[in-house]
């Protein structure tokens, strides 16, 4: 499986945006999806997850702003970003696993073991 994120770029705080990470190869409809971020000199974190069940993960700073959701028809997974914040800044990646997880490791990025490249999303105050 390959992973292909966009939608990253500048907003001012407040903003929105709204990344996208399209999968070729193999069926991902049974896949969990994560999209996880890195800002300099910090460990990379997992911003929201869903699995293919419906369960979600989304980490407490982004609760209420942000909405992960699918489309398994056109094997999509997008990250609705609202009242962003200059914290939100960072590059944003988008990952993938057909194994099953139980939600306590859902926000794992050793959980994953498919990557997209970054996209960068910049938050001015």
């Known amino acids: 499986v390959q992973l292909q994120a966009c939608g990253g770029g500048l907003v001012q705080a407040g903003g929105f945006l709204s990344l996208s990470c399209a999968a070729s190869?193999?069926?991902?409809?049974?896949?969990?999806m994560g999209w996880f971020r890195q800002a300099p000199g910090e460990a990379r974190e997992c911003v929201a997850a869903?699995?293919?069940?419906?369960?979600?993960y989304y980490t407490d700073s982004v609760k209420g702003r942000f909405t992960i959701s699918r489309d398994s028809a056109k094997k999509t997974v997008f990250l609705q970003m609202n009242s962003l914040k200059p914290e939100d800044t960072a590059v944003y990646y988008c990952?993938?696993?057909?194994?099953?997880?139980?939600?306590?490791?859902?926000?794992?990025?050793?959980?994953?073991?498919?990557w997209g490249q970054g996209t960068e999303v910049t938050v001015s105050s």
């Open positions: 869903l699995k293919s069940s419906g369960g979600t």
């Open positions: 190869g193999r069926s991902f409809s049974g896949y969990t």
């Open positions: 990952a993938g696993t057909a194994r099953y997880l139980i939600s306590s490791i859902m926000g794992l990025p050793d959980a994953y073991e498919y």
